[in-house]
């Protein structure tokens, strides 16, 4: 910045601080409004948008029609996702679905849609907004917005329920063939699908290994979602089990525990992962697939997702030490660690 020569030096950086306050401030007013983005891009997820223009470019108005949204409103919101190549408009006010965006279409392998929705679902949303509790009590937000723990708010609430569980199987959609890839598991014997959800990463593993049998372990509601059926490729391989998996855990020879150390406490993984050292058959490993949080400054999803874990769980995201402490408290050993191309690591654990 120019100075004057005249000015005394003191007054000058004082001037150079000021200067580079008032870019901070600039920087941070920005920050806070990266808020907006995600809501306009639920309100994309949540109308549909991505479908009705998945036949070509198409003006507000023609998509207003199509949707049954407001021409000027949807205008505004596609004009704030073309910045960040969601969608582009050409210079007769018609917008093209991008390569992105082409993801949020509903009809599309590996949709991003539902996961849209249940990353930016109230059940996340509102105890985001409350995370200073998290700071102040030491607790999560979840329970004094919802009355109830998170995965108990489920069990009760269909409708988020459905939100939470299918747009969870579409998160893991484009992880689950390449982590199943990541790892060489044993030719024969069970595989148990801990927490499977409705059972992408069990089908996939399955799939690549024929010799294999698979549990996919979970509460009964989620079940009831799961797309093990119809698949001739492991016909007979595979079957339910219903249960909590802090009372008990089915037997196997590989257990896979993917994104579920990160939603509780090092207390509840304890108990959760003591049960599955019980029941793992000699010479059996237990796969936590779950983020290993670097030690450094750089972005990382995990960093992300582990204060979502922070106001709307118990859990949280853990670095490589985080996992060999919490492992060996349960009876197990950190044999090694396998990077996957996903954001996820395979942790595995035997016994000790
Ligand atoms: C974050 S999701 C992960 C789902 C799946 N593993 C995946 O990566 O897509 C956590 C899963 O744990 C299940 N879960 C939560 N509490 C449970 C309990 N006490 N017993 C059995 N399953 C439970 C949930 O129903 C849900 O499917």
């Known amino acids: 910045m120019p100075h004057d020569e005249n000015q005394p030096a003191g007054d000058r950086s004082a001037t150079a601080a000021e200067e580079g306050l008032r870019r901070s401030a600039a920087f941070l007013i920005d920050e806070a409004l990266g808020f907006v983005f995600p809501a306009a891009l639920r309100a994309a997820a949540d109308t549909g948008v991505a479908d009705a ?10 998509l207003a029609a199509t949707t049954g949204t407001d021409a000027r409103n949807l205008y505004r919101v596609l004009r704030l996702l073309a910045t960040r190549n969601v969608v582009a408009e050409d210079e007769h006010g018609r917008f093209t679905l991008t390569e992105t965006g082409q993801a949020l279409r509903s009809d599309v392998p590996y949709s991003a849609r539902n996961a849209v929705r249940m990353l930016t679902d109230r059940t996340f949303w509102l105890p985001a907004e409350r995370m200073a ?8 937000a979840f329970d004094g917005v919802f009355g109830i723990p998170f995965f108990d708010h489920f069990a009760r609430d269909e409708e988020t329920a459905a939100v939470f569980h299918v747009g969870m199987a579409a998160m893991s959609d484009p992880e689950n063939a ?4 990541a790892y060489d598991f044993p030719e024969t014997g069970t595989v148990v699908d801990v927490g499977g959800g409705h059972g992408g990463l069990l089908l996939e593993v399955l799939r690549r290994n024929p010799g294999l049998e698979g549990v996919l372990y979970d509460r009964a509601h989620v079940l009831a979602g799961h797309r093990l059926d119809g698949d001739k490729e492991i016909a007979g391989r595979w079957s339910t089990a219903e249960g909590d998996f802090f009372a008990a855990v089915p037997a196997g020879d590989v257990h896979l525990l ?3 150390t990160h939603d509780w406490d090092d207390d509840q993984c304890v108990t959760l992962l003591s049960h599955c050292r019980r029941v793992v058959h000699p010479g059996g490993r237990i796969l936590v697939l779950d983020a290993v949080v670097p030690r450094d400054n750089a972005p990382h999803q995990a960093k992300t997702l582990d204060l979502m874990m922070m106001a709307s769980l118990t859990g949280r995201e853990r ?11 349960a009876g197990l050993r950190l044999s090694r660690i396998l990077p996957t191309p996903t954001v996820l690591s395979v942790v595995e654990a035997v016994s000790v």
Do not use: Q, S
């Open 319 to 329: 670095t490589e030490a985080d996992f060999a402490e919490l492992l060996g408290r």
């Open 258 to 260: 993917k994104r579920i």
């Open 53 to 62: 223009l998945a036949n070509g470019p198409a003006t507000p108005a023609e």
């Open 178 to 181: 390449v982590i199943a890839a």
């Open 133 to 140: 509790h998290c700071l102040t009590e030491g607790t999560t």
